[in-house]
């Protein structure tokens, strides 16, 4: 169970607070926790402390930073339980898929803790001409400085873990801001921390809402924000000033299914329902919409509807629970609306549409006008629209049809149609055989149009928190 209350934390130091802000069970709507609430000056104590932390985290040794990602892969596998069961009810996650976070906070750590004595540099040939003869060119990668973080609610411990992971990695300071929603995973982060011996100032855990945060966003200290959440990222993009800025802001992610698939649609439905239904959808890369050859759309369809009318929804504590709550009663509200107004304009429910607070059921459509929100926006919620093509240009074309470009997926046997959606698919990745919904903590993440600037993965997060020195040395 959850502790009573939970600090928050300035400087490497939990901190209490006369001000307290209720976590909630997801799923029962009652009061799971209380955490502390720093103030205005409290916030200026973090930055300021993470200032005077550049210098002492730049000559903190790569061994050392490894000692401290380390020992935080020890203690998580040691409280492994403890951070499952904060996810599952601050999150309203289901207890299975809570544990296969904190399975990738692990390997993310794990992963950071590697790449930790790895951030080298380059010898360069200068030697280009007889006019260089003897020049010589050396690079290392040295950290950034203080760094700023805000993450998201739903995935409370492996989204921060890929900020606060490769800021130690590189020897950034840093001041984090998880979700209001959802601060749990990140405080008991913070309190893992704590016990290792990051020089005072390396890091603050600050439970703010989002009209406190403008610091974070805005303080010229601070040399890169990295933000994980909606649209509102482009704001903070524009506030931030000559910071260095990487925006994750998700998408409506489709995934193809080709038409020699016939032979392989018991495992392509399978992989479909957990990207489309996966912790209820609250993925950036969940899947959203589904294009399908017409030569098998129907088989698909009745299969696939069939499938997830069969999902167990209800109480994420419960093993055999797929479907638990959203995170809240307004957003559930908010794609029934988004459904009821694409049904309204000619689409078809196959299944599922009904809420009950914030149980949504497992919705699949088909006929979903081009601009529906459901099609255009991105829905971050327990749904799927279906769609039939004709030819494979088809599809890329109305998967490239979107405002988003994060991850697509694209289930085939040709190997020529594979090789064509890595070159047209306007896409941050393309996942051949699989659901866009897949990742692996150490590649390159990220995408491209309204779903962001940047890449996570935390050897690419090294490089962004990171800055190349040169050196020049002429032979005397």
């Known amino acids: 169970m959850l502790e009573k209350t939970y600090p928050y934390y300035l400087a490497n130091e939990a901190r209490t607070s006369s001000e307290m802000m209720d976590v909630y069970d997801k799923f029962s709507g009652e009061i799971a926790t209380r955490v502390a609430v720093p103030d205005a000056q409290a916030t200026e104590e973090a930055i300021r402390a993470a200032v005077q932390a550049a210098g002492p985290m730049k000559r903190f040794k790569p061994w050392a930073r490894q000692a401290v990602l380390q020992h935080c892969v020890k203690r998580f596998q040691e409280r492994y339980d403890e951070l499952a069961m904060a996810l599952c009810i601050e999150a309203g996650k289901p207890i299975k898929d809570a544990a296969g976070e904190v399975t990738r906070l692990i390997e993310t750590f794990r992963i950071a803790a590697d790449e930790a004595v790895r951030v080298n540099g380059e010898t360069l040939n200068l030697e280009l001409a007889a006019r260089l003869d003897g020049y010589h060119g050396f690079t290392r990668r040295v950290p950034l400085g ?4 805000i ?22 300071p840093f001041v984090l801001k998880p979700s209001e929603k959802t601060p749990i ?7 893992v921390l704590a016990e290792t011996d990051l020089p005072k100032g390396a890091f603050s855990v600050l439970t703010l809402d989002g009209k406190h945060a403008t610091p974070l966003v805005e303080d010229e200290r601070l040399k890169l924000l990295s933000f994980t959440g909606g649209q509102i990222g482009w704001d903070l993009k524009a506030r931030a000033g000559h910071k260095k800025v990487t925006l994750e802001l998700g998408g409506n992610a489709s995934c193809i299914v080709d038409a020699d698939q016939h032979a392989n649609l018991d495992k392509v439905i399978e992989r479909l329902i957990f990207g489309a239904f996966y ?3 609250q993925s950036c890369i969940s899947v959203q919409r589904i294009y399908a050859h017409a030569s098998l759309y129907e088989e698909l369809k009745q299969r696939l509807v069939a499938a997830v009318k069969q999902l167990k929804a209800g109480d994420p504590k ?25 049904q309204q304009a000619g689409g078809k429910i196959l299944c599922g549409g009904k809420r009950k607070g914030n149980m949504l059921e497992a919705t699949v459509m088909e006929q979903v006008p081009k601009d529906a929100k459901v099609n255009r926006m991105e829905v971050f919620g327990p749904f799927v629209l279906l769609v039939p093509f004709e030819n494979i240009d088809d599809a890329f074309a109305m998967v490239n049809d979107s405002d ?4 697509a997926g694209i289930f085939t046997n040709s190997l020529a149609h594979g090789m064509r959606a890595w070159d047209e698919l306007e896409q941050g990745g393309v996942i051949v055989n699989d659901v866009p919904s897949f990742r692996v903590d150490n590649m390159p993440y990220g995408g491209v149009k309204l779903s962001g600037v940047g890449r996570e993965g935390v050897r690419y997060a090294i490089e962004d928190m990171s ?10």
Request: aromatic share 8%.
């Open 404 to 407: 988003y470009g994060l991850q």
């Open 185 to 191: 995973g990140a405080l008991i982060i913070g309190q």
């Open 279 to 281: 912790q209820s959808g």
């Open 151 to 172: 993450t998201p609610f739903n995935f409370p411990l492996n989204l921060v873990a890929h900020k606060v992971a490769p800021a130690i990695a590189a020897g950034c």
């Open 146 to 149: 203080p760094v700023s973080f």
């Open 318 to 342: 419960d093993k055999s629970v797929f479907l638990g709550p959203m995170i809240d009663e307004a957003a559930a509200t908010r794609l029934e609306g988004w459904i009821n107004e694409a």
């Open 467 to 476: 800055e190349i020195r040169l050196m020049v040395m002429r032979e005397t």
